[in-house]
């Protein structure tokens, strides 16, 4: 009975992975129920993190040619990189913080996976938009 546990839990995880994965295509132009519009609100969230994820891979990398560039002038100078890091950081908690809170207007119903997912789609469109004014070249 001990070696049954073990296989049927594998066996239950194989169903629930192959169930998952057999989803149907979602028309999110025409999403009618909550399931739907939870699922298209996830891949709006996946969306929107994928572009800041790339924008902020740019950012670091244009803080750390700052650093490169001021710290040539005086080490004093240096540190952009980790501001940038540090911001993100800061962020990433409120960004969780603000969306678990958005999604208690609807605390344990079946809305509630949409209203989170779209609050991190915003907030994160709006980061990836603060990102992008860094990248922006300056004029003095």
Not at 66 to 79: F, P, R
């Amino acid at each position: 009975m001990r070696m049954f546990a073990p296989l049927a839990a594998v066996l239950l995880l194989s169903a629930v992975s192959a169930v998952a994965q057999e989803q149907p295509a979602v028309d999110c132009q025409n999403a009618v129920t909550q399931m739907d519009m939870n699922i298209c609100a996830g891949q709006d969230y996946d969306t929107a993190d994928a572009d800041l994820n790339e924008v902020y891979r740019r950012a670091v990398a244009a803080t750390k040619a700052m650093d490169k560039e001021l710290g040539e002038i005086d080490a004093a100078y240096v540190g952009a990189e980790e501001a940038l890091k540090k911001a993100q950081r800061a962020w990433i908690g409120y960004r969780d913080g603000q969306c678990q809170l958005a999604g208690f207007e609807a605390r344990g119903g079946s809305m509630e996976p949409m209203l989170v997912s779209g609050c991190l789609a915003e907030l994160t469109r709006k980061r990836t938009a603060e990102l992008k004014q860094l990248l922006e070249p300056r004029g003095n």
